[in-house]
């Protein structure tokens, strides 16, 4: 007798008969459509590329102007597409990409690693506090604009 591929008399409800694949419940959410994990979005994946670069929550992500064209991007997945859409409107933040494209912080970050690899955008860190005006300075400038 064979394994009990489809679930009968299991309790499972995650396979088809046959063991054809998902077809129960906790694949399919009626709002949100097929559910996929994230690490299949990453292809497993934790850290983005093999440069290991770090993508800070607050970094700034631009399109490259001089990076591959449209051309390219058919060879992208849907996720890496939704990045490059959300960045050529505007420039964001790692949090903002990752919660305007409704995806887990981590997989944004490799997701942008690959784009970033690839040439199709480029990060700018933020300004660091050491380099920002003291904030009695600001006060300063404020009141004398109050003053005018």
């Known amino acids: 007798m064979g394994p009990d591929l489809d679930g009968a008399g299991t309790g499972l409800t995650g396979f088809g008969p046959g063991g054809a694949g998902p077809t129960g419940s906790q694949w ?6 097929p559910l996929v994990r ?3 979005m990453t292809g497993g994946r934790t850290r983005p590329g093999p440069s290991n670069v770090r993508f800070d929550l ?13 051309d390219g991007e058919a060879l992208l997945g849907p996720e890496h597409r ?5 960045c050529r409107c505007e420039t964001q933040s790692v949090a903002e990409l ?12 490799v997701l942008l690693g690959d784009l970033l690899e690839a040439g199709y ?9 050491a380099q920002l005006p003291d904030e009695r300075i600001l006060r300063e400038v404020i009141e004398g604009l109050r003053a005018l």
């Open 28 to 33: 399919y959410d009626a709002e949100a459509g």
């Open 38 to 40: 994230p690490y299949a």
């Open 58 to 70: 607050i970094a700034l992500v631009v399109v490259d102007t001089d990076g591959p064209g449209p």
């Open 82 to 86: 939704v990045l490059l859409t959300l």
């Open 98 to 109: 990752a919660a305007d494209a409704d995806l887990p912080v981590g997989v944004v970050r």
């Open 121 to 129: 955008v480029k990060v700018r860190r933020p300004v660091p506090p």
